[in-house]
C-alpha cells in the first residue's frame, strides 16, 4: 500500500492552516490599516515627549550693573503618595532639608492624592541631596527661582513675583511683559530610560529669555539711605520714614528708601504694608515744604518785592481760623526770604493772599501735584488736591503752608529738583534701560520736561532755601564744603476717618546740593517722630544721605566763600 | 515511475519520424556562445555590497556617535550654565552693600566723618563759568 494521507487530512490541514493564516492576515489588515492611528499614537505617547520651556526671566540691575533681582534654576520637591514606601522615614530624611516640621511633612505623605506638591522653588544643592536620597514615590520639578541677593535693599521698589514667577507688585510688576521673556516648547523622541533618542523626532522652540532691566537705583547709595534711615527712625523713636535721593537735571532716582522694609526673599512673611513704596503710594500732608511753591508764585507773578519788606504778626486770622506761627513773635517786619528762612506761617498766608486761590491753585498743579508724576509705579497716588472751588474758606489758611492737601513724597521732592533745576521740572524716572539677552543696552527716552517757572524765579528761590539752611530753621542740614539749600516741614497728621488733626507729625527736610550747581535733590521725612520739628528730626538725616552722596558721586566741594552766598532779599 | 513512463511513452510511439530532417552534429560556433566570465563579477558585486553596508554603518555609528556627544555637551553646557548662575548668585550676595559693611564692622573699619572731594584744578574754571550762581542781585528783585 502507499503512504498517500488521506484526502481529508490534508483539507482538514489546509482549512486549519488557511484559517490561522486568514487570522493573522485579518488581523495584519486590522492593525495596519485600521488600529494604526492607534497604536501610532500610543508608541509616540511613549516615546515622545513635548516640554514647555519656561523663559528665565530678566534680572534687575542697578544702574552700575550689579544684580538686584536674578533668576536661578530650581526644583519643586513633589510626591506620588500612593508610591511612597515608609512615610515616617521619607518625612524625617525630607523634614531637615526643606525645612519643614517633620509630622506635617508626614500627613502630606500619607495623603490619598496622586500628586502633593512638598516644597517649591527648592535651591539647586537641596535639590541634588534630595535626588541622592531616591526615595519612591518622591520626585523634582524643573522651576525658577527669584533670588534677591541685597535682602531688604530696595525691596519696596523692586517688589516680588509670585510662585509662578509673575510680578506681584513694584517694578517686578510694573516691567512683567519685558521681564518675563517668550515661553518655548520642545519635542523630543525618548527611549524608556528617558534618554533622548538619537537622530529621533527633535522640534524645538527655543524660549526666549527677558530683558534685564537697568535701573538708575545706586545700589550703594540705596543701601546707605536706608541704613541712615533705620538709624534716624530709632534715634527718634518714629513710626517709620522715607529718604528719596534724586538727579534733578534728569530726573533719575538714584535712591528710595522706606522704612520699615522686608526682605523681598521671604515677601509672603511680610504685613502687606510694609510692601509699599509709601514714596510713590501714600500721600501726605507736607506743612511748610509746600511753603515754596507760595514763595515761586509770588515771586513769579511779582505780587511780592524782593526787597519788600512788611509787618508779620505771629497771629492771623482766616475766616474762623486763627493760624500763629511756630514760636511767638512780636510784629515783625519780613521780608519773603525772612518768611521762608524763619518759616513763618503768618508770612507764608499773607503772601499767599496777595495771589489768591485760582493763582495759587494754578501753581500748585504746575509743580504737578494732583496728578502723578510719571514714574511708572504701580500704584502711585495722585494725591489730594481739591478743585479751587470746593476750597474751603480756611483754605488760604491751610493750603499756602501744606495743610489741607495731599502729596506723595517723590510729589513733593520733584517740586525742590524744579527748583534745583532752574525752573524745569523734569519727570522722576527709576528705569535707565533694558539689556537683551545678546547683551545689547536699549535705553529708555529721557523724561518729559515742562517749564513750571522762569529761571531768575529759580535763582532766588534757590538763595530763599540757601538761606533757611545758613540761618534759618534748616541749619541742622548745613554740610561742611557744601552750600545746601533747602526747607524744613513740620506737619500735622489729620485724624483718621474724621475731620481736624491729630497730635502726631510728620518732620521732613527737602533739599538740594551743591546750591550754586545741584548735583542730588534729597527728601527726608520722618513719621512720628518724637522730636516733632523737621529741623531737628529730619534735618540731621538729610544731612548724612545727602554728604554721603556728594562724596559718593564725587561732586566736588565748593570754593572758600569770599562773601556770604545767600543774600536774597536782604 | 510507472505512471511517467505510461504517458510519455504514448505519444512517442504514436510519432513517425519525418522524412529528410534528421539531427545532425555541427561544431559549436565560439562566438555565440561567449559569456562574461561570473567570478570576477560576483566578487565585484560582494565588494559593493559589502562596502556600501560598512560605509552606511559607519555613517550611522559617526551620527549616533555625534548625537551622543551632542547630548553630552548640551547637558554639560546645561551644567556649566547652573554654574554659572550659582556663581553669579554668589557674587551678586557676597557684594551686597549689607555684607560688605558687616564685614567691614567686624574687621574694625568705620565711615569716616568727613569725606571732602577737591574739584580738579583744569576743570574748576570750566565748571565755575557753567554753574553759574543762586545769589539774585537784589537789583533783579521785582
Do not use: C
Amino acid at each position: 500500500m502507499s503512504a498517500r494521507p488521506p484526502a481529508g487530512r490534508l483539507v482538514a490541514l489546509f482549512a486549519v492552516l488557511s484559517l490561522g493564516l486568514g487570522g493573522v492576515a485579518l488581523r495584519l489588515v486590522t492593525l495596519q490599516l485600521r488600529e494604526a492611528p492607534r497604536y501610532q499614537a500610543l508608541a509616540q505617547e511613549q516615546r515622545v515627549r513635548q516640554i514647555q520651556m519656561v523663559p528665565e526671566r530678566g534680572s534687575i540691575l542697578d544702574r552700575s550693573m550689579n544684580a538686584l533681582a536674578l533668576s536661578l534654576p530650581a526644583r519643586a520637591v513633589y510626591a506620588d503618595p500612593r508610591h511612597v514606601v515608609d512615610s515616617d522615614g521619607a518625612a524625617r530624611q525630607l523634614a531637615p532639608l526643606l525645612e519643614l516640621r517633620e509630622p506635617a511633612l508626614g500627613r502630606l505623605l500619607r495623603s490619598d492624592e496622586s500628586f502633593v506638591y512638598l516644597a517649591r522653588r527648592v535651591d539647586l544643592p537641596v535639590a541634588q541631596r534630595i535626588e541622592q536620597l531616591d526615595l519612591p514615590g518622591i520626585g523634582l520639578l524643573d522651576e525658577t527661582k527669584r533670588y534677591y541677593p541685597g535682602r531688604s535693599l530696595a525691596a519696596q521698589v523692586l517688589g516680588f513675583v509670585g510662585v509662578d514667577h509673575t510680578g506681584l507688585a513694584g517694578l517686578e510688576l510694573q516691567y512683567q511683559d519685558l521681564l518675563a521673556g517668550r515661553p518655548g516648547s520642545a519635542v523630543i523622541e525618548q527611549d524608556p530610560s528617558g534618554q533622548a533618542i538619537p537622530q529621533g523626532l527633535s522640534e524645538a522652540v527655543e524660549a526666549l529669555r527677558g530683558l534685564d532691566l537697568v535701573l538708575t537705583l545706586d545700589r550703594d547709595l540705596q543701601f546707605q539711605a536706608e541704613r541712615a534711615l533705620q538709624d534716624a527712625v530709632e534715634q527718634n523713636a518714629a513710626k517709620g520714614g522715607m529718604v528719596i535721593v534724586s538727579v534733578p537735571r534728569t530726573g533719575e532716582i538714584l535712591a528710595m528708601a522706606g522704612y520699615p522694609s522686608f526682605d523681598a526673599n521671604e515677601f509672603s512673611e511680610a504685613l502687606p504694608e510694609l510692601t509699599r513704596n509709601r514714596s510713590v503710594t501714600d500721600a501726605y500732608e507736607p506743612g511748610s515744604v509746600n511753603k515754596v511753591i507760595t514763595a515761586a508764585a509770588a515771586l513769579e507773578e511779582g505780587t511780592v518785592g524782593l526787597n519788600e519788606q512788611w509787618v508779620v504778626p505771629d497771629r492771623y486770622q482766616v475766616a474762623d481760623k486763627l493760624f500763629h506761627d511756630s514760636h511767638r513773635h512780636p510784629p515783625t517786619p519780613m521780608t519773603l526770604t525772612d518768611v521762608i528762612a524763619q518759616s513763618s506761617n503768618v508770612g507764608t498766608i499773607m503772601t499767599a493772599q496777595r495771589l489768591g486761590p485760582e493763582t495759587l491753585d494754578h501753581y500748585l498743579r504746575k509743580f504737578g501735584f494732583g496728578h502723578e508724576t510719571g514714574i511708572e509705579f504701580p500704584g502711585e497716588s495722585d494725591g489730594i488736591l481739591m478743585s479751587e472751588d470746593d476750597w474751603w474758606q480756611t483754605s488760604m489758611g491751610t493750603i499756602p503752608i501744606g495743610q489741607g492737601i495731599a502729596v506723595t513724597p517723590l510729589q513733593m521732592l520733584s517740586v525742590y529738583a524744579t527748583v534745583a533745576n532752574g525752573g524745569v521740572r523734569v519727570e522722576p524716572r527709576l528705569v535707565r534701560g533694558a539689556v537683551s539677552p545678546s547683551g545689547e543696552f536699549m535705553g529708555t527716552q529721557p523724561s518729559a520736561v515742562t517749564r513750571v517757572i522762569s529761571p531768575d524765579t529759580a535763582r532766588v528761590l534757590t538763595g530763599m532755601l540757601g538761606r533757611a539752611v545758613e540761618a534759618g530753621t534748616g541749619q541742622e542740614a548745613q554740610i561742611p564744603g557744601y552750600w545746601v539749600a533747602g526747607k524744613t516741614g513740620t506737619a500735622r497728621k489729620p485724624l483718621e476717618g474724621q475731620l481736624g488733626y491729630s497730635e502726631q507729625y510728620v518732620a521732613s527736610f527737602i533739599g538740594f546740593a551743591p546750591a550754586r550747581r545741584p548735583a542730588i535733590a534729597v527728601a527726608a521725612i520722618l513719621d512720628e517722630p518724637a522730636t516733632v520739628y523737621g529741623g531737628v528730626a529730619a534735618a540731621p538725616l538729610f544731612r548724612e544721605v545727602t554728604h554721603f552722596a556728594l562724596a559718593h558721586l564725587r561732586v566736588p566741594s565748593a570754593d572758600p566763600p569770599r562773601s556770604p552766598p545767600f543774600v536774597v532779599g536782604e | 515511475v510507472a505512471v511517467a513512463v505510461r504517458s510519455v511513452a504514448a505519444p512517442i510511439a504514436r510519432r513517425r519520424p519525418r522524412p529528410g530532417r534528421r539531427l545532425t552534429l555541427v561544431r559549436r560556433s565560439r562566438s555565440r556562445t561567449v559569456r562574461a566570465p561570473r567570478v570576477p563579477f560576483a566578487l565585484l558585486s560582494m565588494v559593493v555590497v559589502t562596502a556600501t553596508v560598512l560605509l552606511l554603518t559607519g555613517v550611522q555609528a559617526l551620527m549616533a556617535q555625534g548625537a551622543f556627544r551632542l547630548s553630552d555637551l548640551s547637558e554639560r553646557a546645561e551644567r556649566l550654565g547652573v554654574e554659572r548662575d550659582l556663581l553669579r548668585l554668589r557674587l551678586a550676595r557676597l557684594s551686597a552693600p549689607d555684607r560688605v559693611a558687616r564685614a567691614g564692622s567686624q574687621v574694625g573699619l568705620v565711615l569716616p566723618e568727613q569725606v571732602e572731594v577737591l574739584p580738579s584744578p583744569t576743570l574748576r574754571s570750566a565748571s565755575s563759568t557753567r554753574s553759574g550762581s543762586p545769589t539774585t542781585p537784589a537789583a533783579s528783585g521785582p
